[in-house]
């Protein structure tokens, strides 16, 4: 890009890709969360039957239908699950939260952490296999204390993925449901005779299930509404031309509204990632996809520095950030907006997407300015413990009933009041 104009024209687009929602698409998922509402598992199924497979006569599937798919998955598919499974459980241990007091003899205060009760995570399933989404919604959950965790995932053809299951199996999850789209939103959030409602819904999905978690938010709690992926890259002469052509690509690869950036200091760089991008494109198999992809939210983009590298990249907070530098720690005190970081030539964005051990689910369309990855924090509940003498009572009285009065709130002063008194005519509470 030539001109600050052309810049912030493009940051301005970079903000408008895929918002907003169709008034089809919001009326299509508001009826079908309607009729689930009412009609439970009978609507359920008749939604399934119209979109996933016709055969359908039951939404849950048993231990040993679980089993027969999972038995189907490659050997050395399974040992690379397990790999990254280890991996993620050990990282996601790191952010466990404990109930915590504080205080001295006239008062307690803290905080009670305990684990949300019930939660359903939705797989996107059909013609594509994600495990990897499985390992990444699961397992935080898992190392929170969640009890129940219901997974709902659509079948193709009446089939289950085989690696989707072997990855269930392999966490031990025993409430699995072959359904799909708003039907298996509206069925979590609601509840049927089937299916318990949950108290949280994690787990990215197509158009129609974004727009059904954001519509029931609020009955239930949900991880975030995911938007098209996006990756950014900051590189200065040092970095390698083939890598960074081939991390764009990688986004670029996923959908037409997928946005691939790369901002350097390296005018010499820019032109052949720009001759890379050509040659890798040629060769890849999503090619039509990638290119309407770049051609769109591709950007590269020359900067006076990279301090302007860092600016641009912290407006713009991408979910996914790779920094090739000479030295990328250096950077790194000056970046506050992204969902995840990706330091040096040898940590492509990919490795975080399946087995470094964070999580795979970031924010996206710029909220990496206030949200953050999906993790064991996600599935708590705190509750706030406050708990005081008598003494500590007369100390901090006062203080309550004068605030209290100046908002106007007179019972609010009377729970002071009355104690007060009750002290003072040498009475105790019972």
Not at 37 to 48: I, M, P, R
Not at 122 to 145: D, E, F, H, R, W
Not at 393 to 400: A, D, E, P, R
């Amino acid at each position: 890009m030539k001109t600050k104009k052309d810049v912030m024209a493009f940051l301005a687009l970079l903000r408008q890709r895929g918002a907003g929602v169709s008034e089809t698409i919001e009326k299509t998922v508001k009826d079908i969360l309607k009729d689930v509402s009412k009609n439970g598992d009978q609507a359920v199924l008749k939604y399934t039957r119209k979109f996933d497979f016709k055969g359908t006569k039951k939404l849950k599937l048993t231990p040993a239908e679980i089993n027969r798919a999972a038995d189907k998955a490659a050997p050395h598919v399974v040992k690379a699950l397990e790999v990254a499974e280890k991996r993620i459980r050990r990282f996601h241990e790191m952010q466990v939260e404990h109930t915590w007091t504080t205080g001295d003899s006239e008062t307690i205060l803290g905080q009670a952490v305990r684990p949300i009760k019930r939660v359903g995570v939705y797989v996107p399933g059909g013609k594509a296999a994600y495990p990897s989404t499985v390992l990444m919604n699961v397992i935080p959950a898992q190392v929170a204390g969640v009890k129940e965790i219901a997974l709902c995932v659509p079948s193709s053809g009446g089939e289950v993925n085989p690696y989707v299951m072997a990855a269930v199996r392999m966490l031990g999850v025993k409430e699995v449901y072959a359904i799909g789209g708003a039907q298996a939103v509206g069925a979590l959030a609601y509840g049927t005779d089937t299916i318990k409602r949950v108290d949280k819904i994690v787990g990215p999905g197509n158009i129609y299930v974004a727009t059904a978690k954001r519509a029931v938010f609020g009955m239930v709690d949900i991880d975030m509404i995911a938007g098209p992926s996006e990756i950014l890259i900051i590189a200065d002469s040092s970095a390698n031309a083939a890598f960074i052509a081939s991390d764009l690509l990688s986004q670029a690869e996923h959908d037409e509204l997928a946005s691939s950036v790369l901002l350097t200091d390296s005018k010499s760089l820019s032109q052949r990632v720009a001759a890379e991008l050509e040659l890798q494109l040629a060769k890849l198999t999503r090619k039509k996809i990638a290119e309407k992809s770049l051609a769109a939210y591709g950007a590269i983009i020359v900067t006076r520095n990279l301090d302007e590298a860092i600016a641009l990249s912290n407006e713009i907070a991408p979910e996914h950030l790779e920094v090739m530098t000479e030295d990328p720690m250096d950077l790194l005190p000056a970046i506050e907006n992204a969902g995840a970081i990706f330091l040096g030539p040898w940590t492509p964005e990919a490795l975080g997407d399946y087995a470094a051990g964070p999580n795979h689910t970031l924010p996206t369309g710029g909220t990496a300015r206030f949200f953050s990855p999906l993790g064991v924090y996600d599935f708590y509940k705190r509750s706030s413990l406050i708990g005081f003498t008598k003494k500590g009572f007369m100390k901090l009285s006062g203080v309550v009933e004068t605030i209290a009065d100046i908002e106007g709130l007179e019972a609010h002063a009377n729970t002071i009041r009355i104690r007060r008194n009750r002290l003072s005519t040498n009475k105790t509470t019972p």
